[in-house]
T-cell receptor
């Protein structure tokens, strides 16, 4: 089955700096890659997703890049703000397996 | 409702008891998923329902776990003879169909004493 590795497990940045979180996946059939933000005690919230027919997608300060050959994808947050502080999860799913396989999460702390 | 609704929000029970967790998906969503999140961990897939098709039960950790989805809407996750290792947050998600993004509920925090 699919295996998703996520790095780093913790990340601290100064407000205004950029943050990058990286994930790798094992199943070359995976074709959908969402990112979720989870604040303490809250539900995971979808912040951006990308499908395998696209190499990059951007939504305001958030962007995701996908390298199918290397089987990795990354989340980029620019101009970070304290409210970006949360745990971020990457995930992957394939056409045959609709369920998401999640990475282990990255605790992002944006220091004011 | 506007989002995925789960109940109860918290459940504390004694080891060996059975528990039922409920998920009410977003209206019109045909796909429904259950995941489990242990403390400080990522989400682990449990079971997936799509319309009237047979559910994908490949993530259920043992035969003590089962789930139903009656009428293509509300789903119930049942854990029989609970064990302490079952303590976790149980999250439900739904999507318009299996190709659409999944939206999560707030989860049920289950604590087994």
């Amino acid at each position: 089955g699919e295996n998703v590795e996520q790095h780093p497990s913790t990340l601290s940045v100064q407000e205004g700096d950029s943050a990058v979180i990286k994930c790798t996946y094992s199943d070359s059939a995976s074709n959908y890659f969402p990112w979720y933000k989870q604040e303490l005690g809250k539900r995971p919230q979808l912040i951006i997703d990308i499908r395998s027919n696209v190499g990059e997608k951007k939504d305001q300060r958030i962007a995701v890049t996908l390298n199918k050959t290397a089987k990795h994808f990354s989340l980029h947050i620019t101009e970070t703000q304290p409210e970006d502080s949360a745990v971020y999860f990457c995930a992957a799913s394939s056409g045959s397996a609709r369920q998401l396989t999640f990475g282990s999460g990255t605790q992002l702390t944006v220091l004011p | 409702g506007a989002g995925v609704s789960q109940s109860p929000s918290n459940k504390v029970t004694e080891k060996g008891k059975d528990v039922e967790l409920r998920c009410d998906p977003i209206s019109g969503h045909t796909a429904l998923y259950w995941y489990r999140q242990s403390l400080g961990q990522g989400l682990e897939f449990l079971i997936y329902f799509q319309g009237n098709s047979a559910p994908d039960k490949s993530g259920l950790p043992s035969d003590r776990f089962s789930a139903e989805r009656t009428g293509g809407s509300v789903s119930t996750l049942t854990i029989q003879r609970t064990q302490q290792e079952d303590s976790a947050v149980y999250l439900c998600a739904s999507s318009g169909d299996s190709h659409q993004p999944q939206h999560f509920g707030d989860g049920t925090r289950l604590s087994i004493l």
